[in-house]
């Protein structure tokens, strides 16, 4: 089974620039779309859906704002959206499917540089989706989550981090909670696998940062410890363009 999660930066725009034609190659068992910006409701027919995929989507209630899309086949099939908790629910931040034996989350994590509040919204976030995740795994339903989580965990995962010490993104505070997901039983799969490699999926779109490689790893695969054996490979799509961020990749049994 290969998943990809993928930031898009707009539903529309990606379309535009192809992600039909690349879904079509790449034939992924489920494709986790965030910052879709979009309502299907809202969309001509065509451009809401994926040929040969089932789709569910979290829209936020602000128009044009955060999002997230899951689009699946079997053996996938879509359980929710949401989190069941309205404040985090109304921006539209999680899908959750069901992929036969473990749960799959498809999760947009609030970014926290906009301002002190949004930074303690973002914790908030960190703190409540742990919480669930670990109860899911109490009531035997594995997890896999994946998505922007908006926060480079090593040094290793940006390219300037003492630069960025000081920034959303990279605070301790921010970095802490991705400890707290390892010790609860959560394992970063790229990491895991590749615990030396240096790839990132998102760069800034103001400084060329692409072309100069000046990158963070802000997108993953968190697999629980007891689907880790499962784990064939994981990787990051970086020659894949359309948007600031590429796709990630897990391929699991």
Not at 103 to 116: A, R, T
Not at 125 to 138: E, K, N, P, S, T
Not at 173 to 200: C, I, K, M, N, T
Request: glycine share 8%; net charge neutral; charged share 25%.
């Amino acid at each position: 089974m290969r998943l990809y999660s993928w930031n898009v930066n707009g539903w529309r725009a990606a379309r535009k620039k192809g992600l039909a034609d690349w879904v079509a190659r790449s034939r992924p068992d489920a494709l986790c779309v965030q910052e879709s910006k979009a309502d299907p409701a809202q969309l001509p027919e065509d451009e809401a859906r994926l040929a040969g995929y089932d789709g569910l989507w979290a829209v936020a209630a602000r128009s044009g704002y955060s999002g997230v899309a899951t689009f699946c086949r079997a053996p996938c099939r879509h359980r929710q959206a949401g989190l069941g908790i309205p404040r985090f629910d109304v921006e539209g931040r999680v899908v959750v499917t069901d992929c036969g034996d473990f749960d799959l989350y498809n999760v947009y994590f609030p970014n926290g540089k906009s301002s002190p509040e949004r930074l303690a919204y973002k914790l908030d976030f960190y703190a409540a989706f742990l919480d669930h995740i670990i109860g899911r795994v109490a009531a035997g339903r594995p997890v896999v989550f994946c998505g922007d989580v908006n926060t480079a965990h090593h040094p290793i995962d940006l390219a300037r981090p003492k630069e960025n010490a000081k920034i959303s993104g990279f605070l301790p505070e921010e970095r802490a909670w991705l400890d707290q997901w390892e010790a609860a039983g959560w394992v970063d799969s790229f990491r895991h696998l590749y615990p030396e490699r240096v790839e990132y999926s998102w760069w800034s779109q103001r400084t060329n940062a692409r072309a100069r490689n000046v990158g963070w790893r802000l997108d993953y695969f968190w697999v629980h410890r007891s689907l880790l054996g499962r784990v064939r490979d994981a990787g990051i799509a970086m020659d894949v363009m359309g948007a600031d961020h590429c796709p990630v990749w897990l391929e699991i049994n």
